[in-house]
């Protein structure tokens, strides 16, 4: 079995920073992209950032200069920093693996942390 467990989300002042974090729990063999993604209220989920095995990234518009995604293979984590928020930066921030294979070589597909908040409000 394997789960994503994120930390780091919270209450910030705009212009502030957060640094959220998500680790993949389990026997990993191997990770392919990872990814954050936010859901803001009333609204669908849309991406923020992804990041591939070999570190190639690529972010939404809306983040682009403000906001850099990362991984850490060794911890199976990745990582978002968020500097220069923004009220409209509020949301619930999801992380994502598209696919996971753990030791005994079963994959799996398109799985999602349970979501932390990011609140941006002076």
């Known amino acids: 079995q394997v789960q994503l467990v994120e930390s780091g989300g919270g209450l910030v002042q705009p212009g502030g920073s957060l640094r959220l974090s998500c680790a993949a729990a389990?026997?990993?063999?191997?990770?392919?992209?990872m990814g954050w993604y936010r859901q803001a209220p009333g609204k669908q989920r849309e991406l923020v950032a992804t990041?591939?095995?070999?570190?190639?990234?690529n972010y939404a518009d809306s983040v682009k200069g403000r906001f850099t995604i990362s991984r850490d293979n060794a911890k199976n984590s990745v990582y978002l920093q968020m500097n220069s928020l923004k009220s409209e930066d509020t949301a619930v921030y999801y992380c994502?693996?598209?696919?996971?294979?753990?030791?005994?070589?079963?994959?799996?597909?398109?799985?999602w942390g349970q979501g932390t908040q990011v609140t941006v409000s002076s």
């Open positions: 990041i591939t095995g070999r570190g190639v990234t």
């Open positions: 994502n693996v598209d696919a996971i294979t753990i030791t005994s070589m079963r994959t799996y597909y398109d799985l």
């Open positions: 389990g026997s990993i063999f191997s990770i392919n992209a």
